[in-house]
Every structure is written in structure tokens, then in C-alpha cells.
């Protein structure tokens, strides 16, 4: 089986299996079969971050999904999807967060700091852990540096 006999048999999430351009993010495995990483994309709820900053929430009747996969060149390719945001959150990205016991609402930069106890890089915002706030908006580091104006 080739790659496009694979889209239009097996890839069945992959809104974009029709375009004979571009076959989306097609790889062969090491057994010679092909998979797509789009495959499991789609569950309601998800979001989604491109490679250009972008990021949505698939809807139920999946229409911010049809509006990537339609516009994929402006938006990107597919970076990172999860059920929780804060699992697409990226150091340098901008976010408006509440902490968890408190009603106030703060803005703050998301860092990556190496914890050496643990040997592993920790995100923070504002020296609070992501498990200790809830966010309520996310502003990616690329979508600030390609819009902003800066002052000389």
C-alpha cells in the first residue's frame, strides 16, 4: 500500500485526505506500513497548537478543525495537541491566569527553568507552577513576536 492508498482507505480522521498536493503528515513506520500523526486528532475538547502560534479548541460539530485543515498553510502544521492546555503551553508564551484559591486575575510570562533535584526543565509563570493556577487566556510567544510593533 502507497501513502495516497492509505489516506483514502485508512486515515479517516484526516479532514485533508482528499488534496493530492499535500499528504498532511504522512511518515512510513519502519515495517514499511504508513501513519499519519493527524490519525487521532479530533476528540472534542482537544486543543491544538501549530508550528506558527496558533492555537484553537476542536468544537462540536468540528469546525474549527475544517478551518485548519482548509487553512493550513496560513496557520501551520500541527505542533502539539492535548485535552489540557496547559500541556500546549510553551515557554515565553503570555497567558491570563487566576491562581486557584483567589479571584484576582494576573498577566505573566511563562518560563522554563532547570530544577537540578530533579534534572528536569519545570515551567513557571510569575515563580507559580501550572498545576497552581488556571488559565483563562494563552498568547503564543510567536504570535507576539510576528505582530508586535517595536519601539526604537
Known amino acids: 500500500m502507497d501513502d495516497k492508498e492509505y489516506v483514502n482507505n485508512t486515515c479517516s480522521k484526516c479532514l485533508n485526505k482528499y488534496n493530492d498536493k499535500d499528504l498532511c503528515n504522512i511518515v512510513r513506520t519502519?515495517?514499511?506500513?504508513?501513519?499519519?500523526?493527524?490519525?487521532?486528532?479530533?476528540?472534542?475538547?482537544?486543543?491544538?497548537?501549530?508550528?506558527?502560534?496558533?492555537?484553537f479548541q476542536i468544537d462540536k460539530q468540528k469546525r474549527n478543525l475544517d478551518i485548519y485543515f482548509f487553512g493550513d498553510a496560513i496557520l501551520g502544521k500541527i505542533k502539539k495537541h492535548s485535552m489540557n492546555v496547559k500541556d500546549i503551553i510553551e515557554n515565553m508564551d503570555i497567558i491570563e491566569y487566576k491562581l486557584n484559591n483567589f479571584n484576582y486575575t494576573y498577566i505573566g510570562t511563562v518560563r522554563e527553568?532547570?530544577?537540578?533535584?530533579?534534572?528536569?526543565?519545570?515551567?513557571?509563570?510569575?515563580?507559580?507552577?501550572?498545576?497552581?493556577?488556571?488559565?483563562?487566556?494563552?498568547?503564543?510567544?510567536?504570535?507576539?513576536?510576528?505582530?508586535?510593533?517595536?519601539?526604537?
Open 113 to 152: 527553568f532547570f530544577d537540578p533535584r530533579s534534572n528536569q526543565k519545570k515551567i513557571y509563570v510569575d515563580g507559580y507552577s501550572l498545576e497552581q493556577i488556571q488559565i483563562s487566556k494563552v498568547l503564543s510567544h510567536e504570535i507576539f513576536n510576528d505582530k508586535c510593533f517595536e519601539v526604537v
Open 30 to 55: 519502519i515495517d514499511g506500513s504508513f501513519k499519519c500523526s493527524n490519525e487521532y486528532l479530533g476528540k472534542v475538547g482537544e486543543f491544538v497548537r501549530t508550528d506558527k502560534g496558533f492555537i
